[in-house]
């Protein structure tokens, strides 16, 4: 009854599902596999924020350029506080309001944008606390440029003038008249009452949306595996229950094909007497 598992047709679907299953099986893996390293990247990358707290602060141009190796270690800059911007709708223990984000001008001429602290509420110029005056020396824990649209940055444009939306020399330097470091610094204490904002882990090391597109993959791959197993029993039992309606004879013979309009038949050429 299974002799039709040796036809040309059916060598090729067998070949195909053990060709397909374990493909699929292979990319699910990796797919998990895939997964795994980003949560145990997101792991290293908050214990290395927290350790990062403890250890000694190091001269800005020591941790220069930022990577995920240096982001989050304390850094200390000296120069005088320049121009003040507002960061609307960042939030701080769950509470939406505002980043003060003042430029330190280092000696050598370029700024360092600080973040001086958080206050709660709308932005408003009013409410942020003018910075310093003369030489100062900040501590705060290095960070990587913003890019707008990831981490919950807002890529919205048209803010009011004073305010931007990411954290960066491209966001900055159409902002402030000189130029700035591609790095940038939060107070480890805040200013004048305001609430010091966390450092974050750098970016593409948490559970973002990537880890999660990689989640829905490896469900999608071992449906797939599960699927074309599924449809190799469905063909095989239905071409066994017809071989087996076939050896029983209970498979209907084919009906005729009726001739084409127009055709001679054996009667019309029969001659009349």
């Known amino acids: 009854m299974y002799r039709f598992l040796l036809t040309p047709r059916w060598w090729g679907i067998n070949v195909f599902m053990l060709l397909a299953i ?18 145990q990247t997101s ?19 020591e941790l220069l350029p930022v990577d995920k190796s240096t982001s989050g270690n304390q850094a200390v800059a000296t120069g005088r506080y320049a121009d003040q911007l507002l960061v609307p709708d960042r939030d701080v223990d769950d509470k939406q309001g505002f980043y003060v984000l003042t430029m ?3 000696a050598d001429g370029r700024a360092l944008p600080v973040v001086r602290g958080w206050l709660p509420g ?3 110029p009013a409410k942020a606390p003018a910075p310093p005056t003369g030489e100062v020396t900040v501590t705060g824990a290095l960070q990587a440029s913003e890019s707008p ?12 003038e004073g305010q931007t939306g990411a954290i960066s020399a491209a966001s900055l330097v159409n902002l402030v008249p000189y130029k700035l470091y591609d790095a940038w610094i939060t107070l480890a204490v805040a200013d004048s009452g305001m609430t010091a904002v966390p ?11 990537k880890a999660f597109q990689n989640l829905g993959y490896i469900g999608e791959w071992f449906v797939f595996a599960g699927f074309v197993l599924f449809m190799w ?10 071989a087996r309606d076939a050896e029983l004879g209970l498979v ?21 007497a």
């Open 149 to 160: 649209g990831s981490n919950g940055v807002s890529a919205v444009g048209g803010l009011p």
């Open 122 to 124: 709308k932005a408003d």
């Open 233 to 242: 029993f469905r063909l095989l039992r239905r071409e066994a229950e017809f």
């Open 252 to 272: 209907p013979d084919a009906e005729p094909t009726p001739a084409p309009a127009g055709a001679d038949t054996a009667a019309d050429r029969t001659p009349v």
């Open 104 to 106: 330190l001008k280092t």
């Open 43 to 61: 792991r290293d990358a908050d214990k290395q924020v927290e350790a990062a707290k403890t250890e000694a602060a190091r001269p800005l141009a």
């Open 199 to 209: 450092a974050t882990a750098p970016q593409d090391t948490g559970l973002d949306l």
């Open 22 to 39: 374990p493909f699929c099986v292979f990319m699910g893996s990796w797919q998990l596999g895939r997964f795994e390293d980003r949560v």
